[in-house]
């Protein structure tokens, strides 16, 4: 059998330590450039965040919400929305326009500008169907809500003054495929189960009245 020249054995060489250095020398200083880049755009996005107001402990809707219900939560400046942590001072005190669970971060939506509830008062959220009528509604504006029953019976009109109107929800609300939004409304207790069939039965229509109407019934005793 043919012995190999001299100059395969040379080819067929691997290449020693010393000449393979320079190449792991390169590859090092590749790897700590690029970790320098990484951590500077992290320290870069570090410092585009804000705190902003966080529910620390469940506030029941219409309570009022005191300090220790609240924390904060480091989040995007860009985040919309949200209430700063510098004006938490603002929303204590207030109620709130519905029930809030810890880890919800805050929204102004859900904050009342009136605090507490009046005697023999109880609020709901009712979903209503989304509309420029809807959206120009403001907290304290009076309503009619007119309540028809599944089974065709009377409709019934109902006095109540609005707390909040939610932000628009594209159909995800019982499989409507609509755009919805939830308005919270303070009502009379006494028409606390004729306005909670409504809702129920999605029946529920509100109207803006002006003034202290007396077509509209303010309790719903018998």
Known sequence: MARPSANQATASRLPSTRESRP???G????LIFGGALASAWLAIQSGNR???VQVDQEVAQGATISKDDLTRVSLPEGFKGGVPSSDSDSI???SAAARLLPGTVL???MVSDKSGLSENQTRLTVTVDASPFISGLQSGDQLALDIGTSDGG???T???ELISVGDEQGGAIAGSGGDEVAIVVSIDLSCLSVVSQGIEDRSITPALIGGE???VKQTCEA
Do not use: D, E, P
């Open 92 to 94: 204590v005190g207030k």
């Open 107 to 109: 929204m102004r939506s």
């Open 50 to 52: 804000s705190y902003f």
């Open 23 to 25: 190449a792991l020398i």
């Open 154 to 156: 009377k409709r019934q």
């Open 158 to 160: 109902v006095r109540a």
């Open 213 to 215: 109407s007396t077509l």
């Open 27 to 30: 590859l090092a200083v590749l």
